[in-house]
């Protein structure tokens, strides 16, 4: 790769944001984390983190915070014996929290469901005796592929109490997804659903599950829970969840683990190759999702209600919908639906109803709902909010800003919090009652977190410098390994500065003046531009300045004078107007950019669109667009989220009104 002329950065650092918004003196005062807790991390690492384990009920305390001889294989909390479940439920219950709701359950058809934490403690252990009276106990690895139903979150606490891995599988995900996953870790149980209701129709579920399967055979046995009466073919291996788990006892003893007890595996697909089976254990992650969520969020579990917007399918799902937030004795909203059944309104229609104070939830829908209109969150009364986060992507200012205005009454921290299905817990975020945060920047590492940003040598750049995102120092919650492949471990986290002993985690980044991190995306969609590496998120956050535009991709495509050639597409917003496509409209787009992050970044060509590809969590698949602003054969669509995107982008650009 060519250095940038003159500053011999890894990526350059062209757009420059200055607003920055303090919290209040009221929040401040109330805050969980204040400014003292960078301190006394700094002090004593090992230490802190022994603090923040304290939180956690042991049955065995540890005899050593932290191992790392075995580098990159960490052990944490050496000697430690603790059960996960017990830490999420049990303690609630026994320290006089029985009555207080912990899960609040939408349902999309409108059926809704009050769990208190005794009833959550009846439930899992029912389900616990379950699993044991199939035989499944520890060690071994059970698949779940629900919607998000309160069973889904009750499995995935079982198996925790007996200490077996689970293996969530994204109920959107097709039935080849489900097969190698399954058979990948060698799952001898699935647990699954009829159907799920998707967009106001019950669409069936468990027919995946029977293709999968017919070429599992690990698997003994199929738990289905009962969810939209559909009609299931039924086989020899499957059992209802209505008569096996509501006829066990509802008492049950947990037992306790070792720190380094497995807990879970969680396939990461990425954007190409075989998906990587990442492994978590038990007391380190329990100790980071816990510590992460009680500050970063500022729960207060005797008056907040909290909502954490992702599928249990992704780790988002699991470190803030189960084991954080449970960890923490939380009161939550859980939804199954999607956000616009049966009106673009419904998740402020939550909100109202419940009186949520703390919302997280992902920027690419936030820019869903710039497109759908202000005018929609307006219609409700969102005055219980009092902390908003975000995560899964780099949040562009702008969109930041319409999150503050719209949803937050133009007074709610907002913590873009950055980590990675592999770090199991928030590594980069503002703490919402110590820093002033800045629209569109992670800002820095939380006490306890090593991050900085280092150029291809591995040197730390200097304020205003840009390159690779790495954490120098091991965390509690880090990844364990890849499952079944230690090479590919060290491959890919741990190879590209391994003179440092950095982990790698593919993202570019960048500090601005005041040292603050930005995140640029991962690195292979970094663009060269006449020797300049320019970042895709800052020509997408530069289009998303301007009034017109909701949403935007930009990718490199080969250009015979410069390298590559930004190719931009656009969703315009609602409201954007008749004219907004137009050739005048397209240069002034074009001319926006340049002004804001210089010439040097104006697109080759911008194509207005109707949606963009994405998969399913939410993330941009650019390699899909660099096929079509390249004019290639459009590649492996199997992972997206909407196949027939590809088929409205192309249909867009033969009518030719989209091309500049
Ligand atoms: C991206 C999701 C910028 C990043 C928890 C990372 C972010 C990948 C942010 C991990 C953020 C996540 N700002 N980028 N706040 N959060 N990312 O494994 O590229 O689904 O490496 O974990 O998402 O995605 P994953």
Redo the contacts with the bound molecule.
């Keep these: 790769m060519t250095q940038s002329p003159g500053q011999g950065n890894a990526l350059d650092n062209l757009l420059t944001e200055s607003r920055t918004f303090p919290p209040s003196d009221e929040f401040a005062a109330q805050a969980n984390a204040q400014p003292a807790l960078y301190e006394e991390a700094k002090a004593d690492r090992e230490a802190f983190w022994a603090k923040q384990a304290e939180r956690l009920h042991w049955e065995t305390k540890w005899d050593q915070v932290l191992d790392w001889s075995g580098a990159p294989f960490a052990k944490w909390f050496v000697g430690g014996k603790l059960n996960v479940a017990y830490n999420c439920v049990d303690r609630h219950v026994e320290s006089g929290h029985g009555d207080q709701v912990a899960i609040h359950w939408e349902g999309e058809p409108g059926d809704s469901r009050a769990i208190t934490y005794a009833e959550l403690q009846r439930e899992v252990s029912k389900a616990a005796n379950a699993l044991t009276s199939l035989g499944i106990g520890a060690e071994d690895r059970v698949a779940i592929y629900m919607p998000m139903v309160p069973e889904a979150i009750f499995a995935m606490l079982a198996c925790a109490r007996v200490g077996a891995l689970h293996n969530v599988v994204f109920g959107g995900f097709s039935a080849e997804a489900l097969r190698t996953r399954i058979q990948d870790s060698a799952c001898r149980l699935v647990i699954t659903t009829d159907g799920q209701y998707r967009r106001g129709t019950p669409a069936p579920l468990k027919p995946a599950v029977d293709e999968a399967v017919a070429d599992a055979p690990s698997v003994e046995k199929v738990i289905v829970v009962k969810r939209t009466d559909t009609e299931v073919a039924w086989t020899g291996k499957d059992v209802w969840w209505h008569e096996l788990v509501d006829s066990q006892s509802d008492q049950h003893t947990p037992e306790a683990f070792d720190s380094e007890h497995p807990l879970f595996i969680l396939y ?1 697909s990425g954007t190409t190759g075989k998906p990587k089976g990442i492994l978590h254990t038990s007391g380190g992650y329990l100790t980071q999702a816990s510590y992460t969520h009680q500050n970063v969020f500022d729960l207060k579990p005797d008056t907040d209600v909290y909502w954490c917007t992702a599928d249990i399918g ?3 799902g699991h470190s803030y919908i189960v084991y954080g937030p449970l960890s923490n004795r939380v009161t939550q909203v859980v939804y199954e639906g999607t956000p616009n059944t049966p009106h673009e309104g419904r998740h402020w229609e939550i909100v109202q109803k419940y009186g949520v104070s703390i919302y997280y939830t992902a920027p690419t829908l936030i820019r869903t709902f710039m497109k759908w209109g202000a005018d929609i969150p307006a219609k409700y009364d969102l005055s219980s909010l009092r902390v908003l986060g ?5 949040i562009n200012p702008e969109a930041w800003i319409w999150y503050r205005e719209n949803v937050g009454g133009g007074k709610t921290p907002i913590v ?6 592999e770090t199991g817990a928030i590594m980069i975020s503002p703490l919402p009652g110590v820093i002033s945060t800045k629209p569109g920047s ?1 800002q820095r590492p939380l006490p306890g977190i090593g991050a900085k940003v280092v150029n291809d040598e591995g040197v730390e750049v200097p304020a205003g410098g840009g390159g690779y995102l790495v954490l120098d120092e091991p965390w509690p919650s880090m990844l364990r390994g890849i499952w079944g492949d230690e090479e590919r471990y060290r491959d890919t986290y741990w190879s590209r500065f391994k003179d440092q002993g950095f982990y790698f ?3 570019g980044a960048k500090y601005d003046a005041d040292g603050d991190i930005w ?1 640029l ?2 690195v292979d969609d970094v663009m060269n531009v006449s020797g300049h590496r320019i970042s895709t998120t800052e020509v997408e956050s530069a289009l998303v300045s301007h009034p017109t535009v909701a949403e935007a991709a930009v990718v490199g495509a080969s250009d015979d004078t410069t390298g590559q050639g930004i190719v931009a597409f656009v969703i315009l917003r609602g409201g954007a107007g008749a004219d907004a496509g137009g050739a005048d409209a397209i240069k002034a787009l074009r001319d926006h950019v340049a002004k804001e992050i210089g010439p040097i970044a104006k697109p080759r060509q911008i194509m207005v669109v109707p949606e963009l590809p994405k998969t399913r ?1 939410g993330k941009i698949m650019r390699r899909l667009l660099r096929d079509v602003a390249e004019n290639r054969a459009v590649g492996d669509v199997t992972t997206l989220a909407d196949s027939s995107v590809m088929d409205l982008i192309s249909a867009g650009l033969q009518s030719g009104k989209a091309e500049d």
């Design positions: 990461t992704w780790v988002t975000s995560v899964g992507e780099p873009d919090t950055w980590w990675q299905t992670a985690a593919g993202d995140l995306g991962r969590s």
